[in-house]
């Protein structure tokens, strides 16, 4: 080696290792902000032009065909009115409504998640207060005190279901269980009326090499969804919605959360489930229900008007039956996720205006035509034979029985996420029953210390 | 540089030997002489920018991580008690074991494949090496989202790994690859092993082409073998590239936020969360900006030890 070629390696050598640290401090801190999501469209807006951005979930065909009719129906009644819908899946809506609507971009209106996590909204500042279009256009009588209650809290954000009116629901959202009545009939079975009937239904059906329950979860939150129409079976529906209301200082009682996590895992070990369950889309799985493959699908309303699209006649719905024979029906099931204002739209009354159509008795129409479930309650049971009819029925006695039970993740910020986990790691067999229960409550417990401070 | 000199200056043998360098160099000012004011003066645009956009930051980020904050309303002191719930909490213990166990796939297993590859193709009389160097670098290429979207076809259940499993009979080994408790981690790992080995591949195939021929000569004149050549000729050769190369690498393992956000997004359960997802989870969905502060507050310390590490031995070797 010449002499020089030392001296010039160790200067190239140390000035890339200061790069190098340079470098690692500079990419550490740098995940902080490239991890931010995208934003809303701006809004351009001239002197007797206003445009309107909603933010909302990516929902189901039915829903977004609906909304595209009552958009341009707005639209044409209000000229110079253009609403833009911006679409989101509702893993990423979710995640990062909170960053939208604090950024320069706010949409003027916003799909939000429900409970505490709107609450957190509040709190923010970032909603407005609806409580004068509530009077102006007699929201209240149209929404029931309980759909009200679903999107109150207080202006400073403390409270959840009292105070200022935040969103409205457009919707009906409860969950149940879809059944092919082909395949039931060919096992020889009317719908079952106790939960062990039902448990035996599952079996008979593994027997004969049909997939007992279709089933996807490659999103995480299905199972969430799963859990929440085993859950009201076994708990009292009164300890779940204080625990909610609460925020979680109303503690989950033991006893029913244990068996609900229970026959879950024992579900999973009997492979009531398609073997790709874990990584199979919930998309693909009610497809796949919908086309006759499987007997049962644990789902949710919102899909009433797609499934009734692909199966007809031969697709039915029911809540899942009590443990004991008689007992009073319930599920989880609530208002459907709240359009609220944003703080920082320019045209708050324009915003409201449109809000109040979208469940507007026009809208209700569109809804039940389409095969949906409206929000305002109404009369007649439409769509007799098919699951459309079954979900009105169902609701019908829900509302008899008060049975309708809020969803557990409302309770907190994070315990949609917590859930998402503890379930994934419940049915993979990484906890057990009381483990899963125990996440519930630390979640809860972390909760309730930051809302402390 | 001298600024640089000194950042790095935790050992202090290197400072030495810079000052030596430059009191050789005549036309470079020391501290103190007249013309350094000028110097400093064509630095101050650079250090303005540094500072502005990444010294400010990482203050301001050190700063929100002694506090609680949701990202929106007021924040209130907490001092140390997000870095007590970095350390305490289940979760964010197993991300940052989670990022050691990508180091591995990232790094030490990207970098003998590499080592292998480079091996090769220097000494093999093959044409169209400089087609093989890009194929190979191409997955550096593509933007790792797609990467990501391209491999979770691949692991799916009726994707093209297990179909390949079942015809050639091994049907049992099929997996939800990503959905299982026990391959996610892995199987992400290894997309990244897929990723980074071209980059190494890249790196030493230069450094190869550096090493005189006269060495292998001498060597096979000796009769040494491959193996022997390999290990007596090539590694030593390499031994600036494979610095560089570990380190880019275990950088991009600590920091792998989209790959993981794209195949898993954390799941099955935890099992597959890295520090940068929980730093996003936490700043940007639960309002927990403080703890994500101290997260990536922690995770910088942690890169700059092991890098650091990592050059110490490399200069040492």
Same mark, same amino acid.
Request: net charge positive; aromatic share 12%.
């Given at each position: 080696?010449?002499?020089?070629?030392?001296?010039?390696?160790?200067?190239?050598?140390?000035?890339?290792?200061?790069?190098?640290?340079?470098? $690692?401090?500079?990419?550490?801190?740098?995940?902080? /902000?490239?991890?931010?999501?995208?934003?809303?469209?701006?809004?351009?807006?001239?002197?007797?032009?206003?445009?309107?951005?909603?933010?909302?979930?990516?929902?189901?065909?039915?829903?977004?065909?609906?909304?595209?009719?009552?958009?341009?129906?707005?639209?044409?009644?209000?000229?110079?009115?253009?609403?833009?819908?911006?679409?989101?899946?509702?893993?990423?809506?979710?995640?990062? $409504?909170?960053?939208?609507?604090?950024?320069?971009?706010?949409?003027?209106?916003?799909?939000?998640?429900?409970?505490?996590?709107?609450?957190?909204?509040?709190?923010?500042?970032?909603?407005?207060?609806?409580?004068?279009?509530?009077?102006?256009?007699?929201?209240?009588?149209?929404?029931?005190?309980?759909?009200?209650?679903? /999107?109150? @809290?207080?202006?400073?954000?403390?409270?959840?279901?009292?105070?200022?009116?935040?969103?409205?629901?457009?919707?009906?959202?409860?969950?149940?269980?879809?059944?092919?009545?082909?395949?039931?009939?060919?096992?020889?079975?009317?719908?079952?009326?106790?939960?062990?009937?039902?448990?035996?239904?599952?079996?008979?059906?593994?027997?004969?090499?049909?997939?007992?329950?279709?089933?996807?979860?490659?999103?995480?939150?299905?199972?969430?969804?799963?859990?929440?129409?085993?859950?009201?079976?076994? $708990?009292?529906?009164?300890?779940?919605?204080?625990?909610?209301?609460?925020?979680?200082?109303?503690?989950?009682?033991?006893?029913?959360?244990?068996?609900?996590?229970?026959?879950?895992?024992?579900?999973?070990?009997?492979?009531?489930?398609?073997?790709?369950?874990?990584?199979?889309?919930?998309?693909?799985?009610?497809?796949?229900?919908?086309?006759?493959?499987?007997?049962?699908?644990?789902?949710?309303?919102?899909?009433? @008007?797609?499934?009734?699209?692909?199966?007809?006649?031969?697709?039915?719905?029911?809540?899942?039956?009590?443990?004991?024979?008689?007992?009073?029906?319930?599920?989880?099931?609530?208002?459907?996720?709240?359009?609220?204002?944003?703080?920082?739209?320019?045209?708050?009354?324009?915003?409201?205006?449109?809000?109040?159509?979208?469940?507007?008795? /026009?809208? $209700?129409?569109?809804?039940?035509?389409?095969?949906?479930?409206?929000?305002?309650?109404?009369?007649?049971?439409?769509?007799?034979?098919?699951?459309?009819?079954?979900?009105?029925?169902?609701?019908?006695?829900?509302?008899?029985?008060?049975?309708?039970?809020?969803?557990?993740?409302?309770?907190?910020?994070?315990?949609?996420?917590?859930?998402?986990?503890?379930?994934?790691?419940?049915?993979?067999?990484?906890?057990?029953?009381?483990?899963?229960?125990? @996440?519930?409550?630390?979640?809860?417990?972390?909760?309730?210390?930051?809302?402390?401070? | +540089?001298?600024?640089?000199?000194?950042?790095?200056?935790?050992?202090?043998?290197?400072?030495?030997?810079?000052?030596?360098?430059?009191?050789?160099?005549?036309?470079?000012?020391?501290?103190?002489?007249?013309?350094?004011?000028?110097?400093?003066?064509?630095?101050?645009?650079?250090?303005?920018?540094?500072?502005?956009?990444?010294?400010?930051?990482?203050?301001?980020?050190?700063?929100?991580?002694?506090?609680?904050?949701?990202?929106?309303?007021?924040?209130?002191?907490?001092?140390?008690?997000?870095?007590?719930?970095?350390?305490?909490?289940?979760?964010?213990?197993?991300?940052?074991?989670?990022?050691?166990?990508?180091?591995?796939?990232?790094?030490?297993?990207?970098?003998?494949?590499?080592?292998?590859?480079?091996?090769?193709?220097?000494?093999?009389?093959?044409?169209?090496?400089?087609?093989?160097?890009?194929?190979?670098?191409?997955?550096?290429?593509?933007?790792?989202?797609?990467?990501?979207?391209?491999?979770?076809?691949?692991?799916?259940?009726?994707?093209?790994?297990?179909?390949?499993?079942?015809?050639?009979?091994?049907?049992?080994?099929?997996?939800?690859?990503?959905?299982?408790?026990?391959?996610?981690?892995?199987?992400?790992?290894?997309?990244?092993?897929?990723?980074?080995?071209?980059?190494? +591949?890249?790196?030493?195939?230069?450094?190869?082409?550096?090493?005189?021929?006269?060495?292998?000569?001498?060597?096979?004149?000796?009769?040494?073998?491959?193996?022997?050549?390999?290990?007596?000729?090539?590694?030593?050769?390499?031994?600036?590239?494979?610095?560089?190369?570990?380190?880019?690498?275990?950088?991009?393992?600590?920091?792998?936020?989209?790959?993981?956000?794209?195949?898993?997004?954390?799941?099955?359960?935890?099992?597959?969360?890295?520090?940068?997802?929980?730093?996003?989870?936490?700043?940007?969905?639960?309002?927990?900006?403080?703890?994500?502060?101290?997260?990536?507050?922690?995770?910088?310390?942690?890169?700059?030890?092991?890098?650091?590490?990592?050059?110490?031995?490399?200069?040492?070797?």
């Amino acid at each position: 080696m010449k002499e020089g070629e030392g001296m010039k390696w160790h200067r190239t050598h140390t000035k890339s290792r200061v790069t190098l640290v340079a470098a $690692v401090a500079i990419a550490a801190l740098a995940v902080t /902000a490239t991890a931010v999501a995208g934003s809303a469209a701006s809004s351009h807006k001239r002197a007797s032009n206003i445009t309107l951005n909603v933010l909302a979930d990516a929902s189901t065909p039915a829903r977004v065909k609906a909304q595209d009719t009552l958009t341009t129906q707005f639209e044409k009644a209000h000229p110079g009115v253009t609403i833009k819908w911006q679409r989101k899946s509702f893993n990423d809506l979710f995640a990062t $409504v909170k960053l939208i609507l604090s950024g320069p971009n706010s949409p003027d209106i916003a799909y939000l998640p429900q409970g505490w996590p709107m609450v957190a909204l509040v709190k923010a500042g970032l909603l407005v207060p609806l409580d004068k279009y509530e009077k102006q256009y007699g929201w209240d009588k149209r929404f029931t005190a309980g759909q009200r209650r679903e /999107a109150e @809290a207080s202006t400073d954000g403390t409270k959840f279901g009292t105070g200022s009116l935040y969103g409205i629901p457009v919707t009906t959202d409860i969950t149940g269980v879809f059944y092919d009545k082909k395949l039931l009939a060919s096992l020889g079975q009317k719908l079952p009326t106790t939960f062990a009937q039902f448990q035996a239904d599952l079996a008979a059906a593994k027997q004969k090499g049909l997939t007992p329950i279709q089933f996807g979860n490659s999103d995480g939150w299905p199972l969430v969804h799963f859990s929440y129409v085993l859950q009201p079976i076994f $708990v009292a529906k009164n300890a779940t919605r204080n625990f909610v209301y609460t925020g979680g200082k109303s503690p989950i009682p033991t006893g029913g959360m244990v068996k609900m996590a229970t026959t879950l895992q024992s579900w999973v070990d009997d492979k009531y489930f398609p073997d790709d369950w874990s990584s199979q889309s919930s998309d693909d799985a009610w497809k796949k229900f919908a086309n006759g493959d499987g007997l049962f699908y644990f789902g949710g309303s919102w899909l009433s @008007a797609d499934i009734k699209q692909i199966a007809g006649k031969n697709a039915g719905f029911f809540l899942l039956p009590r443990v004991t024979a008689g007992a009073p029906v319930t599920t989880t099931g609530s208002g459907g996720n709240p359009f609220a204002i944003s703080a920082k739209s320019k045209n708050p009354d324009v915003a409201a205006a449109f809000l109040n159509y979208l469940s507007s008795p /026009a809208a $209700v129409k569109l809804y039940i035509t389409a095969g949906d479930i409206p929000a305002p309650p109404f009369t007649g049971t439409p769509g007799k034979g098919t699951v459309t009819g079954d979900i009105f029925s169902s609701l019908a006695q829900l509302e008899k029985a008060d049975g309708m039970v809020p969803w557990l993740d409302w309770g907190t910020t994070t315990m949609f996420d917590t859930l998402k986990a503890t379930l994934q790691e419940l049915a993979g067999g990484k906890t057990t029953p009381a483990g899963d229960l125990q @996440a519930v409550r630390n979640d809860a417990k972390k909760f309730q210390a930051d809302q402390g401070k | +540089v001298i600024e640089g000199g000194k950042l790095a200056g935790s050992t202090p043998a290197p400072v030495a030997r810079f000052r030596r360098l430059f009191a050789r160099e005549r036309d470079v000012p020391l501290p103190g002489d007249r013309a350094a004011v000028y110097a400093y003066a064509y630095v101050l645009p650079g250090v303005a920018i540094y500072g502005l956009f990444v010294l400010i930051p990482i203050g301001q980020t050190l700063w929100i991580s002694l506090h609680n904050w949701d990202g929106v309303s007021h924040a209130t002191w907490a001092g140390l008690d997000n870095y007590r719930e970095v350390f305490s909490d289940p979760v964010i213990r197993s991300a940052f074991e989670h990022a050691f166990v990508l180091v591995f796939f990232f790094s030490i297993l990207s970098v003998a494949f590499a080592l292998f590859i480079t091996t090769l193709l220097s000494r093999s009389k093959i044409r169209g090496q400089a087609f093989f160097r890009t194929a190979l670098f191409l997955p550096l290429v593509i933007a790792t989202v797609a990467v990501g979207v391209i491999w979770r076809w691949i692991y799916a259940y009726d994707g093209p790994l297990n179909h390949a499993l079942r015809i050639v009979g091994l049907g049992d080994l099929a997996h939800s690859w990503l959905a299982d408790f026990t391959w996610a981690l892995p199987s992400v790992g290894l997309v990244g092993t897929w990723v980074e080995t071209g980059l190494c +591949v890249v790196l030493f195939a230069a450094g190869v082409q550096k090493i005189p021929t006269s060495y292998y000569d001498a060597a096979r004149v000796d009769g040494a073998g491959p193996l022997r050549e390999f290990f007596a000729v090539t590694l030593p050769g390499l031994r600036n590239e494979l610095v560089v190369a570990v380190s880019i690498t275990t950088i991009a393992a600590f920091r792998s936020f989209d790959l993981v956000y794209i195949a898993t997004r954390g799941g099955p359960g935890y099992q597959t969360t890295v520090p940068a997802l929980e730093i996003y989870n936490r700043a940007f969905v639960y309002g927990q900006v403080g703890t994500a502060s101290a997260i990536a507050a922690i995770l910088a310390v942690l890169m700059i030890i092991v890098v650091s590490a990592i050059a110490w031995v490399g200069g040492r070797a």
